[in-house]
C-alpha cells in the first residue's frame, strides 16, 4: 500500500484530469505549507500581522503565507474558476465561469492559535462544480462538494482525501516529500468513548450539550455504560484526525456566548468539507438540529455549530436536541 503515490493513486481513478491537477496542486501547496510551519521560527513570520521583521519588512502571519500559497499553486488550474478563502473577504474569481469549472473552498491555516506552542495546525478544503456558463453562485450546500480533504502538519504530515467514495490517508514522506498511501479506506469507529469540546465554555452550553458531556462525565456510575476520556487540541483537523483513527466525537456547539454569529466555526471549508469526510468514514455531522451538509449558505464566511465524529455518539446528541 505504500508504494502507491498520491500521484499513482489519482492517476490510476476515473476522476477528470482537470480535477486530478487540482488536487495535485492542493497537495503541493500543503507540501510548501508543512515546510513554512516547520521552519516559522527561522523564518520570522510566527508573529502578529503588522509587526515588521528585521529589514523592516511588513511581516506575513502564517495564515496569510498559507493563503498566498494556495492562491499561487493552484491558480494554475486550467479549469479551476473561483477561490474562497478564510482569509480573504470576497469571492476571487480567476475566470469567467463555465459548466463543469472547479470551485476551490479552503482555510488555508486552521488552529493558528497552535503555532506559537508548536502544536498541530492544519490546512482544509473542499471542491465544488459550476452548474452552467456564467453561474456565479458559490453558495451551493455541502451535499455538493465532489472533492474534500484536509492536511495535517503534525509529527509527521498527511493529506486526508476524498473524491466521494472512501476516505484515504496519505503521509508525506520525509526526503521524497511524496505522499504515500498509509492509512487506505479510513473509518470511524463505531463504539467509541471520547469526546473533545472546549470545556471552558460549560456556562454558556445548552441544555442538551451539557446533558450529553455531563452524561460522559458520570460514565458507567451514570446513563453510559462506560467510562469517557477527553481531549481538546484547540485544532480541528487534529481532532477530527484523531476521530478518523480512534473514534470519538468533536462539538463546537452554538452557545449563549455565540449564537449571534451562528457559533465558531465556518461551513464553506471548516465544517462541510470535515462533514464529507466524516460521513464517508461511516461517521455522523449535525448542528444538532441538521445535517451539516444540508445547510444552503447564506454567505462564504458563515459560521454554524458542529458536532461530529462517531454515528451513535452524534445520533444521541441529536435526539437530546429533539427533547
Ligand atoms: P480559527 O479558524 O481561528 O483557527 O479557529 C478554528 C479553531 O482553531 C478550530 O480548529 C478549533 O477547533 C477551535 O477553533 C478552537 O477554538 P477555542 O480556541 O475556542 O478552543
Ligand atoms: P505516557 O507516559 O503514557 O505517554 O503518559 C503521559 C501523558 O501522555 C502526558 O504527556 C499527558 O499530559 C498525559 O499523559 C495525558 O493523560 P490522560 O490520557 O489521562 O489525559
Known amino acids: 500500500m505504500t508504494d502507491t503515490t498520491l500521484r499513482r493513486y489519482l492517476t490510476q481513478s476515473v ?3 482537470n480535477l486530478i491537477f487540482l488536487i ?121 462538494q465532489i472533492c474534500a480533504g484536509y492536511a495535517l502538519y ?8 476524498t473524491v466521494g467514495d472512501k476516505v484515504e490517508g496519505f503521509t508525506c514522506q520525509h526526503g521524497t516529500g511524496d505522499f504515500r498511501l498509509t492509512h487506505p479506506d479510513m473509518m470511524v469507529p463505531a463504539e467509541t468513548s471520547e469526546f473533545a469540546i472546549n470545556a471552558s465554555r460549560y456556562k454558556y452550553w445548552d441544555e442538551p450539550v451539557r446533558r450529553y458531556i455531563d452524561e460522559c462525565i458520570a460514565g458507567e456510575d451514570g446513563v ?33 456566548n455565540n449564537r449571534d454569529a451562528g457559533g465558531k466555526l465556518r461551513l464553506m471549508y471548516e465544517a462541510n468539507p470535515m462533514a464529507m469526510i466524516i460521513e464517508l468514514a461511516g461517521g455522523a455531522a449535525s448542528t444538532g438540529l441538521t445535517p451539516i451538509m444540508d445547510i444552503d449558505p447564506t454567505g462564504p464566511h458563515q459560521r454554524v455549530p458542529v458536532i461530529l465524529g462517531s454515528r451513535s455518539e452524534v445520533e444521541r446528541l441529536v435526539s437530546y436536541h429533539k427533547t
Open 15 to 17: 476522476l477528470d484530469p
Open 154 to 161: 503534525g509529527p509527521s504530515t498527511m493529506f486526508v482525501l
Open 224 to 256: 453510559r455504560a462506560r467510562p469517557f476520556n477527553m481531549r481538546w487540541t484547540a485544532s480541528m483537523v487534529a481532532e477530527i484526525h484523531r476521530i478518523l483513527t480512534r473514534g470519538g466525537v468533536f462539538l463546537y456547539p452554538a452557545d449563549s
Open 24 to 144: 495535485e496542486d492542493i497537495a503541493s501547496s500543503c507540501r510548501v505549507i508543512a515546510n513554512s510551519v516547520r521552519n516559522g521560527a527561522f523564518e520570522g513570520n510566527l508573529g502578529a500581522a503588522g509587526a515588521t521583521n528585521v529589514q523592516g519588512e511588513a511581516q506575513k502571519t502564517l495564515d496569510i503565507l498559507a493563503n498566498d500559497e494556495f492562491e499561487r499553486i493552484c491558480s494554475n488550474s486550467p479549469r479551476l474558476a473561483a477561490l474562497v478563502s478564510e482569509e480573504v473577504e470576497e469571492v476571487t474569481w480567476l475566470k469567467e465561469p463555465e459548466a463543469g469549472d472547479y470551485l476551490l473552498y479552503f482555510d488555508p491555516l486552521d488552529g493558528s492559535s497552535n503555532l506559537d506552542v508548536n502544536l498541530s495546525v492544519g490546512s482544509i478544503f473542499a471542491v465544488m462544480q459550476v452548474e452552467e456558463d456564467g453561474d456565479r453562485n458559490v453558495l451551493r450546500n455541502g451535499r455538493n
